[in-house]
């Protein structure tokens, strides 16, 4: 039998107390972690604020890319799909520098009328793999040029995602983000009669654009 020091408050631990206890700190862990959670949580990097800018009104193809220096040439894929009538939201969203503006947006995505993800990055190029991760919309990969490696690093990063998670890979570079542009219009032109179209005169006129011979 426990026996109780003069003086002492608590009360001798018995089995329903032990379990009543033990109840109560995990119910109170629970509760941290939903709170943890709403605010953000403490797995957040410190200091990162999640985007707060809403998605363009009427786009439905999102254009990341993880740096500013990647617009160049990420603005291919934009200028392809805005020749269709295409509405895109371009964005700088970084999986390794801005993780929380990156899960923010990605995860609201869908809501605000996204279809289709384009990702555009260079060096060990996590963005597009990581976007996949955390969506099941179609995901397509631009790898970028810019490190010692011209783009073979981003390339294979993009491209070898485990079986599970895809991300349809394009090319290194500009042809790669106006294939992608191509690429997610084709996706939306399996539903979307008005943007078929667009394609088939996007098709027509490069065709047209061919001289016979060379001038
Ligand atoms: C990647 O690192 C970006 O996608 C970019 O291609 C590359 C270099 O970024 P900066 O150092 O130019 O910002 O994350």
């Known amino acids: 039998m426990a026996i109780r020091k003069k003086g002492s408050k ?16 995990a119910k109170k862990a629970a509760g941290k972690k939903a709170a943890g959670a709403s605010a953000g949580g403490k797995s957040r990097a410190a200091g990162a604020k999640p985007s707060s800018e809403p998605v363009s009104a009427g786009a439905r193809v999102a254009v990341l890319m993880g740096s500013q220096s990647d617009w160049s040439v990420m603005k291919a894929a934009v200028d392809v799909l805005d020749g269709m009538g295409v509405g895109c939201d371009a964005r700088v969203i970084s999986a390794h520098r801005t993780p929380d503006r990156h899960h923010d947006y990605v995860t609201g995505a869908r809501e605000a009328g996204i279809e289709v993800f384009i990702c555009g990055a260079g060096f060990a190029a996590h963005l597009a793999g990581v976007t996949a991760a955390l969506t099941a919309l179609p995901v397509l990969g631009v790898p970028l040029e810019g490190s010692a490696l011209q783009g073979m690093d981003s390339l294979l990063a993009t491209v070898q995602m485990p079986g599970g998670i895809p991300v349809a890979t394009f090319g290194i570079g500009k042809a790669g983000a106006k294939n992608a542009g191509l690429f997610a219009a ?21 065709s047209a654009a061919v001289p016979i011979r060379p001038e």
Request: glycine letters at 2%.
């Open 10 to 25: 608590k009360k001798p631990a018995t089995k329903t107390a032990k379990k009543t206890a033990k109840r109560k700190s």
């Open 186 to 206: 084709a996706i939306l032109a399996g539903t979307d009669p008005v943007v078929r179209e667009a394609l088939d005169e996007f098709r027509a006129r490069q």
